[in-house]
């Protein structure tokens, strides 16, 4: 499950602010991992939180940087390279903590929300921001980058799983792989499972939300199907639960539980 630490405009997180409770519940309910979003890791203490996820065996698979745009409006596309150095900045924060955690780093909303008329440029500042990140990530022992394909109603750059492969083609960097989520190629993707095996050596990491962005199992999504597109591939990363807290925090986490492990996906 994502997991915020802290308080968020972002509406899909169903898991925030109080982490004692909220890393106690996922252990209760059979989690194997919480997926931190954290809008700025010099705001917390390293070994408070890595005794409450040591104290659930809790893994950390991904750490989760929107907030920093979200909530402040670093960009590693925005116009003003000034912009663009503080989100860099943030991303090497980011970067320090996922080799202590050995989680992946996410780019999602941090790539920004560039104009229409901006979009070429953008993706050159996209791509040589995220050059240089795979190369510091390289050197800080972190185990990467996941680009995560968004919807077009969240950002105009990268919205589908063929553009984010082709982007990290064009980098070229070995540590820089795809972040899917369910809700986004349900809009975006023509068919979801193709999609999945076109790109089968660059999944790193899934994300998990119904069609209506509601836990898994309370929408009209194929998640059958997916799964087993993800074993056709030799898939051995997480999935990891990001949807609204619908239809209450707590039930939609227990929700989710009860459909994990109905497939065996937690004992
Ligand atoms: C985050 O993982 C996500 O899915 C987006 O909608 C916002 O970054
Ligand atoms: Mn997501």
Same mark, same amino acid.
């Given at each position: 499950?994502?997991?915020? /630490?802290?308080a968020?405009r972002?509406?899909?997180?169903?898991l925030?602010?109080?982490?004692?409770? @909220?890393?106690?519940?996922? &252990?209760?309910?059979?989690f194997?991992?919480?997926?931190?979003a #954290? %809008?700025?890791?010099?705001?917390?203490d390293?070994?408070?939180?890595?005794?409450?996820? =040591?104290? @659930?065996?809790?893994?950390v698979?991904?750490?989760?940087?929107?907030? !920093?745009?979200?909530e402040?409006?670093?960009?590693l596309?925005?116009? =003003?390279?000034?912009?663009?150095?503080?989100?860099?900045?943030?991303?090497?924060? &980011?970067?320090e903590l996922? !080799? %202590?955690?050995?989680?992946y780093v996410? #780019?999602? /909303?941090?790539?920004?929300?560039?104009?229409?008329?901006?979009?070429?440029?953008?993706l050159?500042?996209?791509?040589?921001?995220l050059?240089?990140?795979?190369?510091?990530?390289?050197?800080?022992?972190?185990?990467?980058?996941i680009?995560?394909?968004?919807?077009?109603?969240?950002?105009?750059? #990268?919205?589908?799983?063929f553009e984010? /492969?082709?982007?990290?083609?064009? #980098?070229?960097?070995?540590?820089?792989?795809?972040?899917?989520?369910?809700?986004?190629?349900?809009i975006?993707?023509? @068919?979801i499972?193709?999609?999945?095996?076109?790109?089968?050596?660059?999944?790193?990491?899934? &994300?998990?939300a119904?069609s @209506?962005?509601?836990?898994?199992?309370?929408?009209?999504l194929d998640?059958?199907?997916?799964?087993?597109t993800?074993?056709?591939?030799?898939?051995?990363?997480?999935?990891s639960g990001?949807?609204l807290?619908?239809?209450?925090?707590e039930q939609?986490?227990?929700?989710?539980?009860?459909?994990?492990r109905?497939?065996?996906?937690i004992?």
């Amino acid at each position: 499950m994502v997991v915020s /630490l802290s308080a968020t405009r972002f509406q899909a997180l169903a898991l925030r602010e109080d982490l004692e409770r @909220n890393l106690e519940l996922l &252990h209760h309910l059979g989690f194997a991992g919480a997926e931190l979003a #954290i %809008r700025n890791p010099a705001d917390f203490d390293f070994n408070t939180v890595k005794s409450l996820l =040591d104290r @659930n065996q809790l893994s950390v698979p991904a750490l989760g940087t929107g907030q !920093a745009f979200v909530e402040e409006g670093l960009s590693l596309t925005g116009a =003003d390279p000034e912009i663009r150095r503080q989100a860099r900045e943030r991303l090497v924060l &980011h970067l320090e903590l996922s !080799a %202590r955690l050995q989680s992946y780093v996410i #780019i999602g /909303l941090i790539r920004g929300v560039p104009k229409k008329e901006e979009k070429e440029q953008a993706l050159e500042f996209l791509s040589e921001e995220l050059g240089w990140l795979c190369e510091k990530a390289k050197a800080l022992g972190s185990p990467g980058l996941i680009l995560e394909p968004l919807n077009r109603y969240e950002t105009s750059i #990268i919205n589908t799983v063929f553009e984010a /492969l082709d982007l990290i083609r064009k #980098i070229g960097a070995a540590n820089l792989g795809i972040l899917a989520d369910s809700f986004h190629m349900n809009i975006e993707e023509k @068919n979801i499972f193709e999609s999945i095996a076109s790109a089968s050596g660059s999944i790193r990491h899934i &994300h998990l939300a119904d069609s @209506n962005r509601w836990p898994p199992g309370q929408g009209h999504l194929d998640f059958d199907s997916l799964f087993q597109t993800l074993k056709s591939i030799g898939y051995q990363g997480w999935v990891s639960g990001e949807y609204l807290p619908k239809p209450d925090p707590e039930q939609c986490v227990k929700l989710f539980a009860d459909f994990l492990r109905a497939r065996r996906i937690i004992s």
